[in-house]
């Protein structure tokens, strides 16, 4: 099997629609948290087959845990949720 064949990496990611669908949130939201370092992700073309940025699905679950329940949070929102979860 060639490199190119292997596709276990899309799995792992997902689109910026599943990731706003998953946080409840807009593509554009998503995409401003993926900035701040929030989430994880693959700048478009990295591996030659994609044609937009990917999100890692595992930061995404997690935030989505993190944000259970709030409305519209901010990324300063985020911090002191993250910052109270691991203290």
């Known amino acids: 099997m060639k490199p190119q064949d292997d ?8 689109t910026p629609g599943q990731a ?11 995409r401003r948290w ?9 700048d ?14 595992e930061d995404v679950q997690a935030l ?3 944000l259970n329940g709030h409305r519209r949070p901010t990324i ?6 993250q910052a109270r979860r691991d203290s």
């Open 76 to 81: 300063h929102t985020i911090h002191r949720l």
């Open 44 to 57: 478009p073309g990295h591996l030659g087959v994609i044609s937009h940025t990917r999100y890692l699905s």
């Open 64 to 66: 989505a845990e993190l």
């Open 7 to 14: 596709h276990s990496w899309q799995r792992a990611y997902l």
């Open 20 to 30: 706003a669908y998953l946080l409840r949130t807009t593509t554009g939201t998503v």
């Open 34 to 42: 993926a900035r701040a370092g929030l989430i994880r992700h693959l």
